[in-house]
């Protein structure tokens, strides 16, 4: 069984530009949710979309979004990058139920230059 | 203050030792308590995953929930030098907030041989 799968894994852009980052959840999952690591701040949940409409929305500005699509693969866009930005973007997938396994996928190594 | 404080560590113990990780919180909606592991530049791996109070052992791990308290922990017993890792505690409120995950900030260990 296929696991949690991100594209691209690396990517290096500049300030002011915008980047779109890719996943594909588990076979059969329906929820579908983003978070970014740094070393300061930790583990920051993004959103979470379930079959394509978002649910849960953490606290990071407008900037950052995201959208699903029918087969339940997501894309969050980030515009306008800043440095700080530079993260450890990652997918997780479930079936979106109370309970559930949460899995993460290995992540989209994003840095803003 | 953070929702979920963890002490980042590091934390570097013999072969063998038993390790203990706890985590704090403060929001008594949490229901869903649960360690993940993470290596360096991957994606985090659960561990374990608990319901409410109580206790659950999984081989060399038992992770504990204290809801009273609002103190969670994870014992590694018998580590080995593969345990090395950061363990990431993470918790979430139920129903469809269940798949929005807050962590703690991480301990780094380290088993020496």
């Known amino acids: 069984k296929a696991g949690v799968t991100q594209t691209p894994r690396y990517l290096i852009k500049t300030r002011g530009q915008q980047v779109t980052l890719s996943c594909s959840p588990i076979s059969g999952h329906r929820s579908v949710s983003w978070y970014q690591q740094t070393p300061g701040q930790g583990l920051q949940f993004l959103f979470e979309y379930f079959s394509e409409t978002q649910r849960n929305k953490g606290n990071f500005p407008g900037r950052f979004s995201g959208r699903q699509f029918s087969n339940s693969r997501s894309e969050m866009n980030v515009s306008t990058l800043e440095l700080g930005d530079s993260a450890l973007y990652l997918c997780a997938s479930s079936h979106g139920v109370p309970g559930n396994t949460i899995y993460f996928g290995e992540g989209s190594w994003l840095t803003v230059v | 203050q953070k929702e979920v404080e963890q002490d980042p560590g590091p934390l570097s113990v013999p072969e063998g030792a038993i390790v203990s990780l706890n985590c704090t919180y403060s929001?008594?909606?949490?229901?869903?308590f649960m360690w993940y592991r993470q290596y360096s530049r991957k994606g985090p791996e659960l561990l374990m995953y608990?319901?409410?109070?109580g206790n659950k052992e999984d081989g060399r791990f038992t992770a504990q929930v204290d809801k009273s308290s609002k103190y969670i922990s994870l014992f590694i017993r018998d580590s080995q030098p593969s345990d090395s890792a950061t363990y990431l505690c993470a918790m979430s409120a139920g129903n469809q907030g269940a798949q929005k995950l807050v962590f703690g900030q991480g301990t780094r260990l380290t088993i020496n041989p």
């Open positions: 608990t319901y409410s109070s």
């Open positions: 929001n008594s909606a949490f229901q869903y």
